[in-house]
Every structure is written in structure tokens, then in C-alpha cells.
């Protein structure tokens, strides 16, 4: 596992699981994420080597293209969690599509983490709102986004997207979790680094 530690050490650590894509907009992330807070933090940049298997909690078939989707999650958390050791600092998860997905899981998991920002999440994944509800969540605050076209498609799974994510969101709600569900404009693939940057301040603001 490789990481990318952007900023210098400080008493709030950002993790992020990213990929290429991810990394490419990052540093316009940070920019973004510095003019929402004025809190001092660093971000520790998780690269992801099969985005498929490394952030998946269970085996499940392709809903697109080739590669099924692996269960490798448990392992990345537990990598994960070596940078998370300090008692003196406060740590976030947050992530991007599947990667939020991974930081809900993950939520569930440990209570390590202060907040979870799940960013336009892969909510539709295969029985992971039946999970999240026999799994209370574990950490303070959780943020949900999703782009208001994302559930306008025609591919039958990644259309449930929407129902899934309402869903999700009145049952942390009803968990009596510090949520939010924040509704962006465009689809997936518009403006990630803002959407990531936006939770990831969220969340920072709850504690």
C-alpha cells in the first residue's frame, strides 16, 4: 500500500483511499478543503491498487465492464488503521464513489474514526444497505452526498442509487447519527475534488 501525505503533521489526519483519477485532482482537493476550514490538518493519501477488490467488504459480480468485485476491504482497513494510531490526534475517513462506500464499512467496523464522508457512495452495491442497517455505525458524524443526475441512468443497479442513499440517510438519522444528505448538481463524475473537499470540511466542522 502506498500513501501521499499532503501538509505537515498536524492534530487533524484526513484519510482518503484514492486512485489515479483521484490523485490527479488533489492538490485543487486541498486548495478547496483549505478555503472551507481554517483548521489545520493533513491528508493521508491511500493509493488503492485494485479499486475493484481493495474497497470492496464482500465478493459481488460485475455491474459494469470486467472485474467482479473482490472482498479486500477487511485487509485495506487493517493497513489503513497503522496510520491511525496516535491518541492525540483526530482522525476522518472519507472517500469518492466506491471509496465511500468504504468509509460507511469501515464505519461500522471501528470507532476510530470522528467522521466518515461517503461521497457520492456506490450505495447500490449488492445487500450494503441491509448491512449498514444490522450494522450500527460507530463513528460521530457521517456525511452523504450524491449528484442529482447519479440516479438518472439507464443501468438497472446503479440506478437504485438515489432510493438506496435516502434510505441510508433516514436510518442513520433514526440511529440517532450526526448526518447530513447534501444533493449536488451533475452526475458522478462532476467536480469530485469539490464534493470530496466539501465533506471532508463537514465532517471536520461536527467536532
Same mark, same amino acid.
Given at each position: 500500500?502506498?500513501?501521499?501525505?499532503?501538509? !505537515?503533521?498536524?492534530?487533524?489526519?484526513?484519510?482518503? %483511499?484514492?486512485?489515479?483519477?483521484?490523485?490527479?485532482?488533489?492538490?485543487?482537493?486541498? =486548495?478547496?478543503?483549505? !478555503?472551507?476550514?481554517?483548521?489545520?490538518?493533513?491528508?493521508?493519501?491511500?493509493?488503492?491498487?485494485?479499486?475493484?477488490?481493495?474497497?470492496?467488504?464482500?465478493?459481488?459480480?460485475?455491474?459494469?465492464?470486467?472485474?467482479?468485485?473482490?472482498?479486500?476491504?477487511?485487509?485495506?482497513?487493517?493497513?489503513?488503521?497503522?496510520?491511525? =494510531?496516535?491518541?492525540?490526534?483526530?482522525?476522518?475517513?472519507?472517500?469518492? !464513489?466506491?471509496?465511500?462506500?468504504?468509509?460507511?464499512?469501515?464505519?461500522?467496523?471501528?470507532?476510530?474514526?470522528?467522521?466518515?464522508?461517503?461521497?457520492? %457512495?456506490?450505495?447500490?452495491?449488492?445487500? +450494503?444497505?441491509?448491512?449498514?442497517?444490522?450494522?450500527?455505525?460507530?463513528?460521530?458524524?457521517?456525511?452523504?452526498?450524491?449528484?442529482?443526475?447519479?440516479?438518472?441512468?439507464?443501468? %438497472?443497479?446503479?440506478?437504485?442509487?438515489?432510493?438506496?442513499?435516502?434510505?441510508?440517510?433516514?436510518?442513520?438519522?433514526?440511529?440517532?447519527?450526526?448526518?447530513?444528505?447534501?444533493?449536488?448538481?451533475?452526475?458522478? +463524475?462532476?467536480? %469530485?475534488?469539490?464534493?470530496?473537499?466539501?465533506? +471532508?470540511?463537514?465532517?471536520?466542522?461536527?467536532?
Amino acid at each position: 500500500m502506498k500513501t501521499i501525505e499532503f501538509g !505537515s503533521a498536524a492534530d487533524t489526519v484526513l484519510i482518503q %483511499p484514492v486512485d489515479n483519477h483521484d490523485l490527479a485532482g488533489m492538490e485543487n482537493e486541498i =486548495s478547496l478543503l483549505r !478555503s472551507m476550514t481554517a483548521r489545520p490538518f493533513q491528508l493521508i493519501a491511500v493509493k488503492v491498487d485494485n479499486w475493484n477488490h481493495d474497497l470492496s467488504p464482500w465478493n459481488a459480480p460485475s455491474v459494469f465492464g470486467n472485474g467482479d468485485f473482490g472482498d479486500g476491504a477487511a485487509n485495506l482497513l487493517e493497513q489503513i488503521m497503522e496510520y491511525c =494510531s496516535s491518541p492525540d490526534k483526530t482522525y476522518y475517513l472519507g472517500g469518492y !464513489s466506491l471509496a465511500g462506500l468504504f468509509a460507511l464499512w469501515a464505519a461500522c467496523r471501528t470507532d476510530r474514526f470522528a467522521g466518515a464522508a461517503a461521497v457520492s %457512495p456506490s450505495v447500490w452495491f449488492p445487500d +450494503f444497505s441491509a448491512y449498514l442497517h444490522a450494522n450500527p455505525i460507530r463513528t460521530r458524524s457521517v456525511y452523504l452526498s450524491l449528484g442529482d443526475r447519479e440516479e438518472h441512468t439507464r443501468h %438497472p443497479v446503479m440506478a437504485k442509487v438515489g432510493d438506496c442513499i435516502r434510505e441510508d440517510y433516514l436510518h442513520l438519522q433514526e440511529q440517532g447519527v450526526n448526518t447530513i444528505l447534501e444533493w449536488n448538481k451533475g452526475g458522478h +463524475f462532476t467536480e %469530485p475534488d469539490q464534493r470530496i473537499a466539501k465533506g +471532508f470540511a463537514w465532517v471536520m466542522q461536527q467536532t
